[in-house]
């Protein structure tokens, strides 16, 4: 029985899982929107977002962990650095989105999109809006 165990085990064992989660994720780095099953998504988005917490220290320790946790790419590594990272200063936390897009045709499983979220610049602060005219009746 399954009863209180956490995680996702997606039918693989623990080597195999770990290198499918620094796959994809070196995936969403590289390409901010990828498309994989509902399942993996929810296990990569906690990965994920583990991984942007870590490496927002920023110290060399910091560095080495994300670059073993997307499976030693110095490229992708240098662009979460350079590129990615910085977009999300004022973040706390909420790093990867998860959209639903349908059931796989072949299978019918679940798909979903994982993307980056990024805080646009027009939601950044609330804009106040002022009105022209004066609306009396």
Do not use: Q
């Given at each position: 029985?399954r009863?209180r165990?956490?995680?996702?085990?997606?039918?693989r064992?623990?080597?195999?899982?770990?290198?499918l989660m620094?796959n994809?994720?070196?995936a969403?780095?590289?390409?901010?929107?990828?498309?994989?099953?509902?399942t993996k998504?929810?296990?990569?988005?906690?990965y994920a977002?583990?991984?942007?917490?870590?490496?927002?220290?920023?110290?060399?320790a910091?560095?080495?962990?994300v670059?073993?946790?997307?499976?030693g790419d110095?490229?992708?590594?240098?662009?979460?650095?350079?590129?990615?990272?910085p977009?999300?200063d004022?973040?706390?936390?909420?790093?990867v989105?998860?959209?639903?897009?349908?059931?796989?045709?072949?299978?019918?499983?679940d798909?979903?999109y994982?993307e980056?979220?990024?805080m646009?610049?027009d939601?950044?602060?609330?804009r106040v809006?002022k009105?022209?005219k004066?609306i009396?009746?």
């Amino acid at each position: 029985m399954r009863h209180r165990k956490s995680g996702y085990k997606l039918g693989r064992n623990a080597s195999h899982r770990r290198a499918l989660m620094r796959n994809l994720c070196r995936a969403l780095i590289r390409h901010e929107r990828i498309e994989t099953t509902h399942t993996k998504a929810k296990a990569l988005k906690s990965y994920a977002d583990r991984l942007f917490a870590r490496g927002r220290a920023g110290d060399t320790a910091a560095h080495r962990a994300v670059y073993a946790g997307l499976a030693g790419d110095r490229k992708v590594t240098r662009k979460f650095f350079n590129d990615v990272l910085p977009r999300y200063d004022g973040r706390s936390g909420g790093f990867v989105r998860i959209i639903p897009r349908g059931f796989r045709r072949g299978d019918g499983a679940d798909i979903s999109y994982v993307e980056l979220c990024e805080m646009a610049p027009d939601f950044a602060e609330p804009r106040v809006i002022k009105l022209k005219k004066k609306i009396t009746e």
